[in-house]
């Protein structure tokens, strides 16, 4: 099931956004000089995710000025915090603000680089996605260290 969940977010039909057209390396160098001091990562290979939440569950988080919105983000190019590429993929926080080829959770600033994708989904279709990114994890550092 959980299988099913993740191949239908992954593969299943979504409405196709566009990024920035800029290349990597004046991406980095436009970012670096703009968001000096700032948190943030620019990113490729990305899915805006709306979740499907019960009423109860949305109004606590736009309580908390938040969007039901997630950044599921197949390759980042460069992470101000870690430098050059995270290389595998990761599912950010929910979406404080989204204008053009920026989208915002609490924590940092996304730059949304080349073609994208939104698309709704289930919390437990994204709670599997997660689940498995961070299995895939796991078995790197495993098998990185030994």
């Known amino acids: 099931m959980e299988t099913e969940l993740i191949q239908d977010l992954i593969y299943g039909p979504a409405r196709v956004l566009g990024g920035s057209r800029l290349g990597d390396d004046e991406l980095i160098q436009l970012a670096r000089k703009e968001f000096e001091g700032q948190r943030f990562c620019i990113v490729r290979n990305w899915m805006l995710i709306d979740l499907m939440l019960s009423g109860e569950q949305e109004n606590e988080i736009r309580k908390q000025g938040l969007q039901p919105s997630v950044l599921y983000v197949n390759h980042a190019v460069l992470d101000s915090e870690v430098g050059i590429a995270r290389g595998n993929g990761f599912i950010t926080g929910y979406q404080k603000d989204f204008h053009g080829c920026f989208f915002e959770s609490m924590d ?11 698309k709704h989904a289930s919390l437990p279709a994204v709670k599997a996605l997660g689940a498995l990114i961070d299995d895939s994890l796991s078995l790197f550092w495993k098998t990185s260290t030994n």
Request: hydrophobic content about 45%; glycine content about 18%; overall charge positive.
């Open 108 to 118: 940092k600033l996304y730059i949304l680089a080349g073609r994208g994708a939104r």
